[in-house]
């Protein structure tokens, strides 16, 4: 029987991811568009990828530039390289993590190290600060066996990849939106409140299976988005299962400044993105 927890947020909405296609004419699924850039504050992008089909991805993400913005790239099958023009390059495999600020400006490409087979995982877009949009550019690599994991609850598994719970720290630390990012599995029928900071803008993805969701339970099905309520007295949000099912629970400190966006560079006016594309062009991005 499901216990409903009296600090739970509710769900305010509920998304459903977009057919898209980028890169080189990578097909991937656009869960959050910039039509809740400021709703979301300070997440600008999810993307969710996967497909066991070469030609929806083979071509991968070539040379491209970014400025003003963080990327978490998370892999969960398939492998995935990475370089950029600061001298970064490695692969990701099924679990890993890269966590990228792009600050003033950086050019890379995310190539398939793979011919055939499953490839499936998500790209996450995070809003920086008015003070840190030009900041110099660094890279964090994380293996799955770097970011930890375990059973928090009979039925229930997490990997914090940013944040805590369970006693668990994920390994990005030190942001100013204070991320939290769990991937939470759940093998049976479960209940699990995942806590989340106060204040923080919060959604709920769900990838795999059915959660019901808040107070309301409302049910989620794979491929749907929760934004949660902001409730000042409600100190996590919670989720249960009937079975199987997996989800990402990601919540952030919004920066509450302008967003401004044109394609890959993100800032605060339209003067500091004509400014963005001349240093690109201008071969002065980086």
Not at 224 to 236: E, G, M, R, S, Y
């Given at each position: 029987?499901?216990?409903?927890?009296?600090?739970?947020?509710?769900?305010?909405?509920?998304?459903?991811?977009?057919?898209?296609?980028?890169?080189?004419?990578?097909?991937?699924?656009?869960?959050?568009?910039?039509?809740?850039?400021?709703?979301?504050d300070p997440?600008?992008?999810?993307?969710?990828?996967?497909?066991?089909?070469?030609?929806?991805?083979?071509?991968?993400?070539?040379?491209?530039?970014?400025?003003?913005?963080?990327?978490?790239?998370?892999?969960?099958?398939?492998?995935?390289?990475?370089?950029?023009?600061?001298?970064?390059?490695?692969?990701?495999?099924?679990?890993?993590?890269?966590?990228?600020?792009?600050?003033?400006?950086?050019?890379?490409?995310?190539?398939?190290?793979?011919?055939?087979?499953?490839?499936?995982?998500?790209?996450?877009?995070?809003?920086?600060?008015?003070?840190?949009?030009?900041?110099?550019?660094?890279?964090?690599?994380?293996?799955?066996?770097?970011?930890?994991?375990?059973?928090?609850?009979?039925?229930?598994?997490?990997?914090?990849?940013?944040?805590?719970?369970?006693?668990?720290?994920?390994?990005?630390?030190?942001?100013?939106?204070?991320?939290?990012?769990?991937?939470?599995?759940?093998?049976?029928?479960?209940?699990?409140?995942v806590p989340?900071?106060?204040?923080?803008?919060?959604?709920?993805?769900?990838?795999?299976?059915?959660?019901?969701?808040?107070?309301?339970?409302?049910?989620?099905?794979?491929?749907?988005l929760a934004?949660?309520?902001?409730?000042?007295?409600?100190?996590?949000?919670?989720?249960?299962?009937?079975?199987?099912?997996?989800?990402?629970?990601?919540?952030?400190?919004?920066?509450?400044?302008?967003?401004?966006?044109?394609?890959?560079?993100?800032?605060?006016?339209?003067?500091?993105?004509?400014?963005?594309?001349?240093?690109?062009?201008?071969?002065?991005?980086?």
């Amino acid at each position: 029987m499901h216990v409903i927890s009296s600090q739970s947020r509710s769900v305010e909405q509920v998304l459903v991811g977009t057919p898209a296609s980028d890169g080189a004419g990578v097909r991937l699924t656009r869960v959050l568009t910039p039509a809740y850039q400021q709703r979301l504050d300070p997440f600008l992008l999810l993307d969710e990828f996967g497909s066991d089909r070469p030609d929806d991805y083979i071509a991968g993400f070539p040379d491209h530039p970014h400025r003003g913005f963080e990327t978490v790239t998370y892999m969960l099958q398939g492998r995935m390289r990475h370089r950029d023009s600061v001298g970064n390059e490695g692969v990701l495999g099924p679990g890993d993590v890269q966590w990228m600020t792009t600050g003033h400006g950086i050019v890379h490409s995310e190539m398939p190290e793979q011919e055939q087979g499953r490839m499936h995982g998500f790209q996450l877009w995070i809003n920086l600060p008015a003070r840190e949009k030009l900041c110099p550019p660094r890279y964090r690599g994380h293996t799955a066996a770097e970011i930890p994991s375990g059973q928090v609850m009979p039925g229930a598994r997490v990997k914090v990849i940013a944040g805590e719970m369970g006693g668990m720290v994920g390994p990005i630390r030190g942001q100013g939106t204070e991320p939290v990012f769990v991937d939470i599995e759940f093998t049976v029928a479960a209940d699990l409140c995942v806590p989340l900071p106060t204040g923080h803008n919060a959604f709920v993805y769900v990838y795999d299976g059915e959660v019901h969701a808040g107070p309301q339970q409302q049910r989620l099905r794979a491929g749907q988005l929760a934004v949660l309520d902001n409730d000042p007295q409600a100190a996590c949000i919670d989720l249960a299962s009937l079975g199987r099912a997996r989800l990402l629970v990601i919540a952030g400190k919004p920066i509450g400044e302008p967003i401004v966006q044109w394609g890959p560079f993100v800032m605060n006016s339209r003067a500091e993105i004509e400014q963005a594309i001349f240093d690109y062009n201008n071969g002065t991005l980086v």
